[in-house]
């Protein structure tokens, strides 16, 4: 619970740290002062957070989290939220964090806010074997992304630590969804992928 408390509060600051965002329609990576990276640090074991700005055409904003099995997608997202932007030009924040507990478990917890307020959903994902995999992570690399209905934010991969099991992050070919860049994800045991969607 305090965890939580601790990742809601922080939304609320990257909120106000968003406004000053001037990239029109772009999702961009923000730089967290050493107090940012201190709660996010003491709330989770993996973070993500980003800022959006969206003019008044955007309707609505969905994040999600897909799973991928050897490169097999799950049938449903894991993690899904979904909340209507203002109809006006606005700025706010996207955060999600992921958490190991205790029972092999992982919890994600992840929230959309802006000026007129904010929204979040939890949920908890079971994975076996977690504490003998590596655990990779990493950011869509380009710079300033144009906001649209099929975003590629982040990739979390879980694997086996065994020899000859793959060592690197995802790709820039992935990140830019070039045709058969998925097929990387069957290198790694289980693969969740952070999307989002700006619809007009």
């Known amino acids: ?22 990239d029109t329609n772009k999702l961009t990576m923000p730089e967290l002062t050493d107090r940012e990276k201190q709660i996010l640090e003491t709330a989770a074991n993996i973070a993500f957070v980003f800022d959006y700005t969206a003019d008044q055409n955007y309707k609505k904003v969905t994040l999600w989290v897909e799973k991928y099995k050897k490169g097999k997608k799950v049938a449903e997202p894991i993690s899904e939220l979904s909340t209507p932007l203002p109809g006006e030009s606005t700025k706010g924040s996207i955060v999600l964090t992921v958490t190991q507990t205790l029972e092999e478990e992982l919890l994600f917890s992840a929230s959309i806010s802006d000026a007129k307020g904010s929204a979040s959903v939890r949920n908890q994902e079971e994975l076996k074997s977690m504490n003998d995999m590596a655990t990779l992570f990493t950011t869509n690399p380009q710079e300033g992304l144009l906001l649209s209905d099929n975003m590629l934010l982040a990739g979390i991969i879980y694997t086996s630590t065994t020899e000859g099991s793959p060592t690197s992050t995802l790709s820039n070919d992935f990140y830019e969804q070039k045709e058969g860049s998925l097929d990387e994800l069957k290198e790694y045991d289980v693969v969740y992928v952070l999307r989002a969607s700006f619809e007009k």
């Open 1 to 22: 619970m305090k965890k939580w408390m601790s990742i809601a509060l922080l939304s609320c600051i990257l909120f106000l740290s968003a406004c000053a965002a001037t």
